[in-house]
């Protein structure tokens, strides 16, 4: 028999329905495992874009900025201070203000003589906010992006380059190459470590060696690279690198690195590793100049407050004269404004550090270091598993 031919439409129908199923169904909007090393209890791995494009995303909660408890209080506040401003304006809705003028008029009158001044102020402020937020909000993608490929890519691309050379053209000696992997993974946790307060110059040697015995724990030193490590204590997830460069010297000294250019190009990879590690180091260190960071925060505020003011003054009279759908207006205008304001203001606050133990933006280290095990390995067995004529013409190292 003639095997089926699909047709034309079918392509179209699995696509529809895959699209369909990824924006509705009931699976998790994102992917959490255990965090292994300190922190959060657990951290975000993957998501599904989809579900943000359709309606699910308005039941799409964990991990996302609506579990801040930060953002839940501002918009506490917001909404008394809403309240505050409309009670006024309801209670004497009607009554004469005296000594304001030649002609006394009441609160009705003259607020309907100055909303419309009123609604400018309140828009000019809100397009200033968004503005400036949009500037603030791209610089801090930028830099939690380039922490992400520059630096922890950076990292995994100086040990998988490091180990494929090693392995290929210098030795297969399993604890050479274990000690590579090691020390790269380790460089990544003493990031997490360091920004969660474990590790730094004001941490005594015998707390840095008993929170380093995760490191021990799963692997990735021993009990005496620990204390070794403890003995300085400095910048150890950049210094540690150092011992990358003393693996390639003992190679170079016991015969094993024949050629200059090999060393040098070893070299250069461990530098890169090292660069890597800098570069998350500069940019967590280093933040957005504090000026521009307090100049936005009280503008966002001040915007905040004047909108939940005039809205709030809007919505009493609003309230008084019956106008139903005014007043739905202007309480979404306040809810949802702030919110995002607000909002954006603690994304960014949480992008400025991924590694400090947060769900949504923390990186997954443990992820990343397990990952990076096993692309190595998996670099090492198919140095180990070549094609048999390739393997004949080129026998691995010992």
């Known amino acids: 028999m003639a095997p089926k031919r699909s047709t034309a439409a079918t392509p179209l129908v699995d696509d529809m329905v895959s699209h369909t199923n990824k924006a509705y169904s009931l699976k998790p909007h994102a992917t959490f495992i255990k965090q292994e090393y300190g922190g959060c209890s657990e951290v975000m791995t993957d998501y599904e874009p989809l579900k943000f494009s359709s309606f699910r995303v308005l039941t799409s909660v964990k991990g996302t900025i609506l579990e801040n408890p930060v953002l839940l209080i501002e918009q506490a506040l917001i909404t008394i201070i809403f309240a505050m401003c409309a009670l006024p304006v309801y209670i004497y809705f009607n009554t004469k203000a005296e000594s304001v003028g030649a002609d006394d008029v009441s609160m009705r009158k003259w607020l309907d003589s100055q909303e419309t001044r009123m609604r400018e102020f309140a828009m000019i402020m809100t397009i200033l906010a968004s503005l400036l937020l949009s500037f603030y909000t791209g610089m801090s993608v930028s830099r939690w992006w380039v922490i992400r490929t520059a630096g922890v890519g950076g990292i995994k691309a100086a040990a998988m380059e490091l180990e494929m050379l090693v392995s290929q053209m210098v030795?297969?000696?399993?604890?050479?190459?274990?000690?590579?992997?090691?020390?790269?993974?380790?460089?990544?946790?003493?990031?997490?470590?360091?920004?969660?307060?474990?590790?730094?110059?004001?941490?005594?040697?015998?707390?840095?060696?008993?929170?380093?015995?995760?490191?021990?724990?799963?692997?990735?030193?021993?009990?005496?690279?620990?204390?070794?490590?403890?003995?300085?204590?400095?910048?150890?997830?950049?210094?540690?690198?150092?011992?990358?460069?003393?693996?390639?010297?003992?190679?170079?000294?016991?015969?094993?690195?024949?050629?200059?250019?090999?060393?040098?190009?070893?070299?250069?990879?461990?530098?890169?590793?090292?660069?890597?590690?800098?570069?998350?180091?500069?940019?967590?260190?280093?933040?957005?100049?504090?000026?521009?960071?307090?100049?936005?925060?009280?503008?966002?505020?001040?915007?905040?407050?004047?909108?939940?003011?005039?809205?709030?003054?809007?919505?009493?009279?609003?309230?008084?004269?019956?106008?139903?759908?005014?007043?739905?207006?202007?309480?979404?205008?306040?809810?949802?404004?702030?919110?995002?304001?607000?909002?954006?203001?603690?994304?960014?606050?949480?992008?400025?550090?991924?590694?400090?133990?947060?769900?949504?933006?923390?990186?997954?280290?443990?992820?990343?270091?397990?990952?990076?095990?096993?692309?190595?390995?998996?670099?090492?067995?198919?140095?180990?598993?070549?094609?048999?004529?390739?393997?004949?013409?080129?026998p691995l190292p010992v």
């Not at 461990?270 to 500069?282: E, K």
């Not at 709030?312 to 404004?337: D, K, Y």
């Open 171 to 394: 030795t297969q000696e399993p604890l050479v190459l274990e000690a590579i992997r090691r020390y790269a993974r380790a460089s990544l946790i003493l990031v997490f470590m360091w920004r969660q307060k474990k590790l730094g110059p004001n941490v005594p040697k015998d707390k840095a060696i008993e929170h380093c015995q995760v490191l021990v724990a799963h692997g990735l030193l021993s009990e005496g690279e620990v204390v070794q490590l403890a003995n300085w204590n400095h910048c150890l997830h950049e210094t540690i690198w150092a011992w990358q460069s003393a693996l390639v010297a003992m190679l170079h000294q016991e015969g094993k690195i024949r050629s200059d250019m090999l060393l040098k190009t070893l070299l250069e990879r461990v530098s890169d590793g090292r660069a890597a590690v800098q570069c998350i180091h500069t940019h967590l260190a280093v933040k957005i100049p504090m000026q521009y960071v307090h100049l936005l925060g009280l503008l966002v505020k001040l915007h905040n407050l004047v909108l939940c003011i005039i809205m709030g003054s809007l919505f009493g009279a609003a309230v008084r004269s019956g106008e139903i759908i005014i007043c739905a207006q202007l309480f979404g205008r306040t809810t949802i404004l702030p919110l995002l304001f607000n909002a954006i203001l603690l994304i960014n606050a949480e992008l400025s550090d991924p590694f400090d133990g947060s769900v949504s933006t923390d990186f997954p280290g443990g992820a990343y270091s397990n990952g990076l095990e096993a692309d190595a390995n998996a670099i090492i067995m198919a140095s180990q598993h070549q094609p048999d004529w390739m393997a004949r013409r080129n």
